[in-house]
């Protein structure tokens, strides 16, 4: 079984790399991945997909349009509703506080 967080426990710096994902969302509505949470982008809705790139603690996210997928389990309950933050850039909506349970952007 896959899982699709991360944490930090080694430190590191790491925010050169939060500001720009902060900065890069911060034109649309954005919203914060769990705290202390690193979590992986991947390339397609669900933890079958390879992982593209992991997103620092406090980082935020722009949603543009949601799908189901496959079903995460995270810090915000469970859900199979799928995040895309970029092109073939995909997030578990169970890491993202976005306030609901279902969808808060249209389908992809």
Do not use: F, H
Not at 15 to 25: D, Y
Not at 57 to 69: F, H, K, L, M, Y
Not at 78 to 107: K, L
């Amino acid at each position: 079984m896959s899982v699709d967080q991360s944490r930090d426990i080694a430190g590191g710096d790491g925010k050169a790399a939060a500001q720009a994902v902060t900065t890069t969302a911060a034109t649309a509505s954005s919203y914060p991945v769990a705290p202390g949470y690193r979590l992986n982008v991947r390339s397609g809705p669900g933890t079958g997909y390879s992982v593209v790139r992991t997103l620092p603690e406090g980082s935020r996210v722009a949603i543009n349009c949601q799908t189901p997928g496959t079903w995460v389990t995270g810090p915000y309950g469970a859900s199979n509703i799928w995040d895309n933050i970029g092109s073939g850039q995909y997030v578990s909506d169970a890491y993202i506080r976005t306030g609901s349970d279902g969808y808060v952007a249209p389908r992809c």
